[in-house]
C-alpha cells in the first residue's frame, strides 16, 4: 500500500505534516509505504531531526509549491514541479495508490477532475464532510461545496456515494439516507427537491427516509444528508462556527463539542474518481495529518474506489 502525502501544502507544512508521520508511525506495526512530497533538503532535515529513519517513508523531491491564492488550473499547467502536480502524476500513473494534501484545495479538485477523470457512469464526483451526532455516532452531508448548482440525478447518485462512504469506512449497516428540505412531508420543497424525491425513493441502492430537516442534522434520524453545495457548504460553515463558539465559551472540553474540531477526523475525500484523493484543512496540524493517512489507508483497504465503480457499473 503506498500513500503519496503532499508534505508543502497547509500552514504549517512541512513540520507539522512530518509530525503527523510521526504520530501515524507510533505503534504502527504495519504502515503503509508512504512517499514524502516536498522540498528534498528541508524534508530530509526535518525527518532526521524527529528521528524518523522508518524504511517505509520515502522522499519525492518536488522543486514547486502551488500557493493558495494561485489559480489552481494555470498553476497545475505551469507548476509541473509542484508537490500536487507530482502527487497527481504519481496517482495517475500507479506508483502510488491514494494522495494527500493541505494545499490548494482548487488545485486539488482540478487535479483530480482531470488526472484521474470521474468514474465511468457519474456525472459529477461529490465532496462530503462529517457531522458527529449526539448519540456518539457520526453522520455524513454531501455534497458540501463542490457542485453549487445540481440536477436531481445528481443528488441521487450523491446519495449512492455517500450510502457506500458510510457503509464501507464509517462502519454503519444499511446506512439512513435523507433529503435536506423545508419539511418532512413528500412534494416539499423547491423545483430540485421536489424532482428528486422521487427519484431517491425509486433507487434501489440506498435505504431512502424521505425528507429531513435541519433540525435532524444531529440526531439519528438519517446516516447519509444529501443536497446541493449551496445548501451542504452553508451548513459546514454553521456548523464549524458551532465549534467557535463553544470554544469561546470554554465549551471546547466537552465530550460532544470536542468532535467538532476538524482534526478529528482529518480530511475530505473526493468521492467519485477513481482512486482515494484526500483534501485537508489549510490549518492541519499533526493530529489531522495523522488521520488523513488513516483514512487513506481505509479507503484503500475496503476497496472504497472499486465498490463505488462497480455499484456504477451494474
Do not use: W
Request: hydrophobic share 40%; aromatic share 8%; net charge negative.
Amino acid at each position: 500500500m503506498n500513500i503519496g502525502l503532499d508534505m508543502m501544502g497547509g500552514d504549517f507544512a512541512p513540520l507539522e505534516a512530518v509530525k503527523g508521520l510521526q504520530q501515524y508511525l507510533s505503534g504502527n506495526n504495519g504502515p503503509a509505504h508512504l512517499f514524502c512530497i516536498g522540498a528534498e533538503a528541508q524534508l530530509k532535515s526535518l525527518l532526521d531531526e524527529h528521528q524518523l529513519n522508518h524504511p517505509n517513508i520515502h522522499v519525492v523531491h518536488a522543486a514547486e509549491v502551488i500557493g493558495y491564492h494561485e489559480h489552481p488550473t494555470k498553476a497545475l499547467k505551469e507548476k509541473k514541479q509542484s508537490s500536487i502536480a507530482i502527487g497527481f502524476y504519481m496517482l495517475a500513473t500507479g506508483k502510488i495508490d491514494a494522495f494527500i494534501s493541505a494545499g490548494n484545495t482548487g488545485a486539488m479538485l482540478v487535479g483530480a477532475m482531470y488526472s484521474l477523470k470521474p468514474i465511468e457512469g457519474l456525472s459529477r464526483p461529490t465532496i462530503a464532510t462529517v457531522f458527529p451526532k449526539l448519540s456518539g455516532g457520526t453522520g455524513l452531508l454531501l455534497d458540501v461545496g463542490l457542485n453549487a448548482d445540481c440536477k436531481p440525478e445528481q443528488l441521487n447518485q450523491f446519495a449512492v456515494l455517500g450510502s457506500l462512504y458510510a457503509k464501507h469506512i464509517l462502519g454503519i449497516d444499511q446506512p439512513k439516507t435523507g433529503l435536506m428540505n423545508v419539511g418532512e412531508e413528500e412534494g416539499k420543497g423547491n423545483i430540485l427537491a421536489q424532482a428528486t424525491y422521487p427519484l431517491l425513493k425509486e433507487n434501489s441502492r440506498i435505504n431512502f427516509i424521505g425528507n429531513i430537516e435541519g433540525r435532524d442534522l444531529f440526531n439519528d434520524k438519517a446516516d447519509v444528508m444529501v443536497c446541493e453545495g449551496f445548501t451542504g457548504n452553508i451548513i459546514l460553515k454553521m456548523a464549524e462556527s458551532i465549534y467557535d463558539i463553544a470554544c469561546q465559551r470554554n465549551l471546547q472540553d466537552d465530550a460532544y463539542f470536542s468532535r467538532f474540531h476538524y482534526e478529528n477526523y482529518g480530511g475530505t475525500p473526493v468521492l467519485g474518481v477513481a482512486k482515494p484523493v484526500i483534501i485537508g484543512h489549510g490549518i492541519s496540524n499533526a493530529k489531522a495529518f495523522m488521520n488523513m493517512i488513516r483514512l487513506a489507508e481505509k479507503m484503500i483497504q475496503t476497496d472504497l474506489c472499486g465498490q463505488i465503480a462497480g455499484s456504477f457499473q451494474a
